[in-house]
């Protein structure tokens, strides 16, 4: 019944920008903590951002002051402003939510979009 679904990914060059949307859709009665992850092949997958719902945030060390998490709670919506993107920066961008869902179950858990490429390369 929830449904996450990220956008926004593609092809760029370095130096380039990009933004990434995640909107949770459903039968959701709140949501705490929002975050982007990335995963390359063959790596492990890392968290990139994070966001509290007061709108506290936290980044990587490798992408502090080039990319800005921010978050729409009227839409359910998170965001992930990529600026300045590396090549290293190629990976796979994953939303996750902690949610509490009207199913009955008064504990948040932890959803995940199916995730968007982010290609940089020239």
């Known amino acids: 019944q929830v449904q996450m679904v990220e956008s926004g990914g593609g092809l760029v060059q370095p130096g380039g920008s990009l933004r990434l949307s995640c909107a949770a859709s459903?039968?959701?009665?709140?949501?705490?903590?929002m975050g982007w992850y990335r995963q390359a092949p063959g790596k492990e997958r890392e968290l990139v951002a994070g966001i509290t719902s007061g709108g506290w945030a936290n980044y990587a060390d490798s992408v502090k002051g080039r990319f800005t998490i921010s978050r729409d709670n009227a839409k359910n919506t998170v965001y992930l402003q990529m600026n300045s993107l590396k090549p290293e920066d190629t990976a796979v961008y994953l939303c996750n939510a902690d949610l509490l869902v009207g199913d009955g179950n008064w504990s948040y858990r932890d959803y995940w979009g199916k995730g968007t490429l982010v290609t940089v390369s020239s």
């Open positions: 459903g039968s959701i009665l709140s949501i705490n903590v």
